[in-house]
């Protein structure tokens, strides 16, 4: 993947301090990457250009790779991307409680302004989410304390079904039951699709045979 002058320059300035936080560079993915014991955390920059304007979104999450490894054999991801797929993500706006907010660049000088933004933003809040919510009881937690809402913290609600209620099962979540019937209703909502709900139901026979011994 073709990296833009601007991206090069933003990667420059940002690299130092992710770094100094055991994140390296991927620049083919567009972002950094820290491997932890259980899975990786990861920031994904993505710059959109509109003439003498470029928006920044930052993005940011982890991957669980015992929930992942379950979730990707009954979801439809290309098989490239199946050991890339985050398990939470969403933007520094999201995290913030603004919707809609991107970094809003029109010149050079901006970069070094933003990227401070950023690194504080990570220093003072970022980091420690990160931190606490790769286990899987934070997972447990995050994904499924509000069933019937949309979880702010992934993009793709029906994803979210899927690997709630893994997690739930994988850490022994006494309320599982109820979230089959919950995340059952939720899928009926999003998707017509036949297919996708016997996918879901096919977990479901899964983890009711799991063992994690």
């Keep these: 993947m073709t990296t833009t002058p601007f991206e090069t320059n933003l990667f420059e300035a940002l690299t130092p301090f992710f770094q100094e936080h055991s994140f390296v560079l991927l620049p083919d993915k567009k972002q950094y990457r820290r491997t932890t014991p259980i899975g990786f955390q990861n920031i994904i920059l993505s ?51 603004f919707q809609y907010f991107r970094y809003k660049i029109h010149s050079e000088d901006d970069i070094s302004d933003i990227c401070s933004q950023i690194e504080e933003f990570f220093v ?70 036949p297919h996708e709900q016997l996918h879901f139901e096919r977990l479901i026979s899964y983890l009711h045979h799991y063992s994690a011994n």
């Design 47 to 97: 710059p959109s250009f509109y003439g003498n304007e470029t928006i920044l979104e930052v993005n940011f999450g982890c991957r669980n790779n015992q929930i992942e490894q379950i979730a990707q054999q009954f979801l439809n991801n290309i098989p490239d991307f199946r050991t890339e797929a985050n398990t939470l993500i969403l933007s520094i706006g999201k995290f913030n409680g």
């Design 124 to 193: 003072t809040k970022g980091f420690e989410f990160l931190e606490k919510s790769g286990s899987l009881s934070a997972l447990d937690r995050l994904l499924n304390e509000y069933p019937a809402q949309p979880c702010q913290y992934v993009y793709n609600q029906t994803h979210r079904c899927y690997k709630g209620l893994i997690a739930a099962r994988l850490d022994y979540n006494p309320y599982f039951d109820g979230l089959i019937d919950s995340y059952r209703h939720l899928l009926v909502r999003q998707t017509q699709n």
